[in-house]
C-alpha cells in the first residue's frame, strides 16, 4: 500500500461512470489500497442509489469489496471536534471537512478528491489532490 492514500467517495463512483480515463485512474489508484472513511462509504452507497441507479445488492457488493481494499476509519469524536473548526478556518463545507480530520486522524499523507483545491496542504500534514487533474 502507499502511504496511508484516503480516498473521498467521489472518486470510487467514478468507478461506475461512463468516463473510461476516469474510470481507469480511480482503479489503478485503488489498487494499491488505502484508507475511507465510514462516511464516504455511506456518500458511496447515497449516490450510487440515487444518481446510478444501482441496484442494492449491487451496491452492497461494492461496499464489501471497497471494505477489503481499503482500511475503513470511523467518525470519531475528535475528528468531529476538529472538523468543526475546519469549517470555519479554511471554509469548507461541513462533510468535506469531517473527511479531512478523519484522514489527518488516520495518519493519511495524501487525499484523493475532486472537491478542494488541488495541492492544498492542511496543517502541513494533508496534501489534497485531484487525480483527474491533467
Known amino acids: 500500500m502507499r502511504d496511508a492514500d484516503f480516498f473521498d467517495s467521489n472518486v470510487l463512483l467514478y468507478l461506475f461512470s ?7 485512474r480511480a482503479e489503478a489508484l485503488l489498487a494499491a489500497g488505502g484508507v475511507v472513511s465510514v ?12 444518481k446510478l441507479a444501482m441496484p442494492w445488492p449491487e451496491i452492497l457488493s461494492v461496499l464489501q469489496d ?25 471554509g469548507f463545507s461541513l462533510y468535506d471537512s469531517m473527511l479531512v480530520a478523519s484522514a489527518m486522524e488516520a495518519g493519511c499523507k495524501t487525499l484523493w478528491s ?16 485531484n487525480p483527474f487533474r491533467v
Request: net charge positive; with cysteine.
Open 18 to 24: 461512463g468516463d473510461a480515463a476516469k474510470a481507469d
Open 39 to 50: 462516511q464516504v462509504l455511506n456518500e458511496f452507497a447515497s449516490v450510487a442509489s440515487r
Open 66 to 90: 471497497l471494505r477489503r481494499l481499503c482500511k475503513v476509519v470511523p467518525l470519531t469524536v475528535a475528528a468531529h471536534e476538529r472538523g468543526l473548526e475546519w469549517v470555519q478556518r479554511y
Open 114 to 129: 475532486e472537491d478542494f483545491q488541488h495541492g492544498l496542504k492542511v496543517e502541513k500534514m494533508l496534501t489534497i489532490r
